[in-house]
Each structure stands twice: as C-alpha cells, then as structure tokens.
C-alpha cells in the first residue's frame, strides 16, 4: 500500500489542514470503480488516528434502547451488504463558478467525485435493532471523531433514508479496509447524496425528531439564490442539500490539450443520483451542434454513474468542448455557470466545457 504522501502526490492537493485533494480527470475516467488512492478526500478537520481494536459506535434508537458496537459487531451481527455508489462532494465542479464570480470553499475540478464497492451493514438493520420504526418525521444524526472548529463533526439524514437498504455504515470499500483518509475504521454511505451526509470516523448515532443542530448540518451545506452574500446569508431560507441534481464531466482530454485533426476520443461521466441517465450530447463547437455518446452503466447499479465516450471529427484551430446529459424524468443542464452561480459554489451543474486546440 502507498503511503500518505505517496497518496497525496497522485492527487490535485487542496488543502494540508484540512486535507482537501481529487484526482486528475485522466485518472479518474480510467475505471468504472474508483480506487481508492484515485477517490477525492474531503474532509473538514484532522483526520483521526482510530484504534480499530477499541474502536465503539455508539447507537441510541430514541425510544430507551442504545447499542454499543464494535467493528467486529458489525461483520459479524449482521448480514453483510455491498453496494456500488458513487459519492459526490456538493461542491464539485466549484471552479467553473469561480470563473463567473468569487465563491467560498475550494476550487474544485470535476474530480470531487468517484464510485466504489462499498461493504458494510446496512443502517437499517441497525437501527431496527435499537428498537427504531419507520416514521417520517424522524431524523438520524451522525457524530464523528473529526474536530471542526472545537466540535465533532456532524450531520444526518431523515430516518426514510437511513432505513433505505441502499444505506450503510461501510468497513470496506473496492474489497478492502477503508484508508484513513476514507473513514478507516467506518464511515457512513448515503447514496445519491451529497457526500457531507456520509461521515467518516463514526463514533455515535441518535434517532431524533429534528435534523442535527452542528454547524455542518445546521449553517453550511445550504443552496441560495445568486444575488445572497455572506453577508445577507439566512440559514432558515437556504435549502439543504441532500439528493444530488444531474451533472456530466469532460474527463478526457483535459483542458488545454493540443490534439491531431481528425477522428478524437472524448470521454468522461453523467451521474444522476437514482436516476438513470438515458443520453449524454457532446459538442466539439460549444454547443452550436451535438453528437449523442455511446453509454456504460452497470447493470444493477442505480445509484452509480455513467461512463460515456464519443468519438469527434475535430479540424484543425480552437475548439470548445461541450457535454450535457439527460435523466430518466427528460431533465437536462443549463448552458452557462452564470445561470445556476451562488456565492457558496455549490451544485455547479451547467454544461461542462473544455477548451482545447487541433492541429494538422
């Protein structure tokens, strides 16, 4: 296995403290199932050193009924569940919004994102045996070992999702143990949500009636309308980002790159939370004309992306790739970032585009 720093200097670094990195798009593009050492790390605080021997989750069903489990607990109490999802950090995409206007939060590529194998036992089985119902009204909180600001870090879902079977506090991510900076020893999966509503390090989980009052849940992750400062910002008129909207990346060539004329490849992913994605338009003339791309998704996956490949006939001078998918719902993107800009940055869903140059 690489080493932290040998992990790191495969990645676009963000940030140290706190370790913030994607990979390269190549990178990315280059298999359906992320590896590790390839996936994005956002993290909001150090990233801790757990003892996986005394490691304990502590799980409070709110009705009188707590469980401490340990990570042996969860291979062995409970049925064993795999699914391959792919996570996304709200904030992917960022740094085509930051070309509009200044926004907060680091300038993401398209590269805040990937898919895995994800093991583990799902929440719900959990938390039925903490004496937890389905009800509507409920929410699941997560605590975690990370310190953000003097606090732990936290956030949580409504208890409709955590009881989902797609819903897991995973162990194992591609078959193997989860690297620290993934959540080693467990870390919670919530696929087709924003990647903040899948914390890493668990330590506890209460079933409350209202969603967690930490800053992460309560003040950030919130979408507001273009003309909201910082400023003016009202937490209670902000919607919460939870299920993820459509997107599509470039991720092949990358921007800048001098191609030959002629016939090119051009590859990259559409993602659409549960929603299948049933076509992906590629334009080598920003967006004047469009080539429908060849599709692969893998069977039995709903919550993963799609790969997509093209192949362009480009002449020789400037060329403006274009990509825009469409769901199952006939949904699609908007043209320009400054349709969708928000000062946070977040859910930068408009047409990717790519600038690169043809040569005889």
């Not at 208890?159 to 897991?168: D, R």
């Amino acid at each position: 296995m690489l080493s932290l720093s040998e992990r790191k200097a495969c990645l676009i670094v963000h940030g140290d403290q706190p370790y913030n990195a994607e990979p390269p798009l190549g990178r990315l593009r280059a298999s359906y199932r992320t590896p590790a050492e390839d996936f994005y790390v956002r993290s909001h605080g150090d990233v801790p050193d757990l003892d996986p021997e005394t490691w304990r989750l502590n799980v409070d069903g709110g009705a009188g009924v707590t469980l401490e489990l340990s990570l042996h607990d969860l291979r062995t109490r409970f049925p064993k569940a795999m699914v391959t999802a792919t996570m996304q950090c709200a904030g992917n995409r960022r740094a085509d919004m930051r070309a509009v206007a200044p926004v907060s939060g680091d300038p993401w590529d398209a590269g805040a994102i990937g898919t895995a194998a994800w093991t583990g036992a799902r929440l719900g089985d959990i938390l039925r045996e903490a004496g937890v119902a389905d009800a509507a009204d409920l929410h699941v909180a997560f605590e975690s070992h990370d310190m953000v600001e003097g606090r732990p870090y936290g956030a949580s879902i409504p208890l409709g999702k955590a009881m989902a079977p797609e819903t897991l506090l995973a162990y194992a991510m591609n078959g193997e143990a989860l690297l620290p900076e993934h959540g080693f020893p467990v870390r919670a999966v919530v696929p087709g949500f924003a990647g903040v509503r899948s914390p890493k390090w668990l330590r506890r989980l209460v079933v409350q009636d209202h969603p967690s009052d930490n800053p992460i849940q309560a003040d950030d992750y919130k979408l507001y309308p273009s003309d909201v400062t910082a400023e003016t910002a009202d937490r209670a008129q902000g919607h919460t980002i939870d299920t993820m909207p459509l997107n599509a990346a470039i991720c092949e060539p990358e921007r800048g790159a001098t191609l030959k004329a002629g016939r090119n490849s051009i590859r990259g992913y559409a993602v659409a939370g549960d929603r299948a994605i049933v076509r992906v338009d590629v334009s080598g003339n920003g967006g004047r004309s469009w080539m429908q791309a060849y599709l692969q998704h893998e069977p039995y996956a709903p919550f993963a992306w799609t790969f997509w490949s093209v192949e362009l006939d480009l002449p020789p001078g400037e060329h403006e790739l274009a990509v825009r998918a469409w769901d199952v719902a006939g949904q699609t993107q908007p043209a320009l970032p400054d349709d969708i800009w928000n000062y946070k940055g977040y859910l930068c869903t408009c047409w990717h585009r790519v600038q690169i140059s043809v040569t005889e």
